[in-house]
C-alpha cells in the first residue's frame, strides 16, 4: 500500500504560480511512477504530468511550458511547480502512483491521493 497526501492548492489570480506537494509513504516511494491528474466539474480526470522511477518526465500538451513536474526520493515527495496560472486550470488536483512505467493512463495509476483544490480567478 502507498498513501498520498497533497497540499499547496488555493486561490490565485491569472498569472500566478502554485506549487503542489505529494508525500508518499508506505511502499518504497522511489519503485513507483508518479502523476499528477486534475478533474474540473463536470469533466472526466485527465493527465497532468508524469514522472518514472527512473526520472524520465512526460507532461500534457495543455501544460507544457508551464507545469514542472520533480521528485524528491529523500523526502518521498513529488512535486508539481505551476507557473502562468489560467482560469482553464481550475480544478482538483490529483497525485497517483502507478506500477507502470510513464504511464499517463489514469487507469493504470494504483493508488490515490484525496485531491487538492486550485482555483484561478481571471
Known amino acids: 500500500q502507498v498513501q498520498l497526501v497533497e497540499s499547496g492548492g488555493g486561490l490565485v489570480q491569472a498569472g500566478g504560480s502554485l506549487r503542489l506537494s505529494c508525500v508518499a509513504s508506505?511502499?518504497?516511494?522511489?519503485?513507483?511512477?508518479m502523476g499528477w491528474f486534475r478533474q474540473a466539474p463536470g469533466k472526466e480526470r485527465a493527465f497532468v504530468a508524469g514522472?518514472?522511477?527512473?526520472?524520465?518526465?512526460y507532461y500534457a500538451d495543455f501544460v507544457k511550458g508551464r507545469f514542472t513536474i520533480s521528485r524528491d526520493r529523500a523526502k518521498n515527495t513529488v512535486y508539481v511547480q505551476m507557473n502562468s496560472l489560467k482560469p482553464e486550470d481550475t480544478a482538483v488536483y490529483y497525485c497517483?502512483?502507478?506500477?507502470?512505467?510513464?504511464?499517463?493512463?489514469?487507469?493504470?495509476?494504483?493508488?490515490w491521493g484525496q485531491g487538492t483544490q486550485v482555483t484561478v480567478s481571471s
Open positions: 514522472i518514472s522511477w527512473s526520472g524520465s518526465i
Open positions: 497517483a502512483a502507478s506500477n507502470t512505467w510513464a504511464t499517463m493512463s489514469r487507469n493504470e495509476y494504483e493508488y
Open positions: 508506505g511502499r518504497t516511494f522511489s519503485n513507483y511512477n
